[in-house]
Structures are given as structure tokens and as C-alpha cells.
């Protein structure tokens, strides 16, 4: 397989996350050794300056502390152009750890390459994707993805259906679904899932 090559910096949190995408990506690949990212000026400059230029895409595991990281570094980066992937929530083990994680879910390493693959392939001709009029919160309001009953239910199981974490906050879903999939590929599948529940 290629390696598919990116101008964005990519983050993601430790050394065998940054082993794992070097197969898949041929680009700069920054870890936050964690939470050290929270006190490590140094590497908040620089990846402040990535994102001020080239552009960053944050690639962290799909549990809480990985959302706190993308969190933070989206807090350090005001204006900086900034791109999310999301692995899927996929329940397991990695290789090498004698236990699953505290919520059981695969981190970046124990994604398969081909999986990484897709999610990055999106950015390899950024500019030659066509524009799309992007959702907004009101919309995903409207097709009852938060601030109703059962808003939270049904925006987990669009989530999953997208192949996105179940945690994603609207905000974070928005983000994601105006980068990924474009408004009416969305609402197609967040129809599919209102008409299965329907059955």
C-alpha cells in the first residue's frame, strides 16, 4: 500500500500511534506523549505553528482522555486550521498491553492500516473536493440530534452508523460531518437510522 501523503502536521498521542500512522501517511506525525501536552510549551509552540500554516489534523483514541487532549489542543490553537478524525468506537485489546482499556475500546495502534488509510484518503486532493453549502447546529437540531427526547439515543446510533464515536458532542459531530460526509450524504444516513427504529 501507498503511503498517502498529507501537508498537515498530524497529532496523535504516543509513540506506537505515531509507529503505526508512519506505515499509512507519509507526513509530519507529532505526539503529545499524552497528557504532557498540558504543561510542554515547547510542543504547544510548535504545534501552534503548524497550525497556523500548514494545518494540523488531530487523530486521538476515542475515549476520554483522547477527547480531552483534542480538546486542549483546539483551546491552544485559536485561528489555526484545524481537521479532526475520528477512529470508530471498536471494542478490544491491543497486541501488546495485557488488558483492554479502561472503556475497552482500540486506540490508534490497535486500528488496522487500512482503516487509517481511509480515514486520512479524504485529505491527499483537499482542494480538488467540491464545496459543499456546510449543516449547521440548527439543522441538527431540526432533524433532532440534540435538545430533544431521545436526541442523545439517536445521535449515538447516527454516530455509529457513520463509523464516528457514539461520544461525540453536536458540536463535535457537526465538525465531523461537514468534513467527511457533506450535508446530503448526512441526512440521508440519519434517515436510515430514523427509518430502521421505525421497523
Not at 105 to 114: A, D, N, R, S
Not at 130 to 159: D, N
Not at 160 to 174: A, Q, V
Amino acid at each position: 500500500m501507498d503511503r498517502i501523503k498529507l501537508s498537515q502536521a498530524v497529532i496523535v498521542e504516543g509513540k506506537y500511534d505515531q509507529i503505526r500512522l508512519a506505515s499509512v501517511l507519509d507526513a509530519v506525525i507529532i505526539r503529545t506523549e499524552g497528557f504532557r501536552i498540558f504543561k510542554d510549551d515547547e510542543m504547544a509552540e510548535l504545534i501552534r505553528r503548524y497550525a497556523s500554516t500548514t494545518g494540523i489534523i488531530i487523530l486521538t483514541d476515542s475515549d476520554s482522555a483522547g477527547f480531552r487532549i483534542r480538546s486542549h489542543i483546539k483551546g491552544i490553537c485559536p485561528g489555526g486550521k484545524i481537521e479532526n478524525v475520528y477512529i470508530p468506537d471498536i471494542y478490544g485489546k491491543e497486541p501488546r498491553k495485557a488488558e483492554p482499556s479502561k472503556e475497552g475500546k482500540l486506540g490508534v495502534e490497535g486500528i488496522g492500516c487500512e482503516e487509517l488509510a481511509r480515514l486520512f484518503r479524504r485529505f491527499e486532493n483537499i482542494d480538488a473536493l467540491p464545496e459543499q453549502e456546510p449543516m449547521t447546529i440548527q439543522e441538527l437540531y431540526e432533524l433532532g440530534l440534540f435538545g430533544g427526547p431521545g436526541s442523545s439515543e439517536l445521535r449515538r446510533k447516527v454516530a455509529r452508523r457513520l463509523s464516528l464515536p457514539e461520544r461525540l458532542s453536536p458540536k463535535n459531530l457537526l465538525e465531523a460531518v461537514n468534513s467527511l460526509c457533506g450535508r446530503s450524504e448526512f441526512i440521508r444516513q440519519v434517515n436510515a437510522v430514523k427509518e430502521a427504529a421505525d421497523t
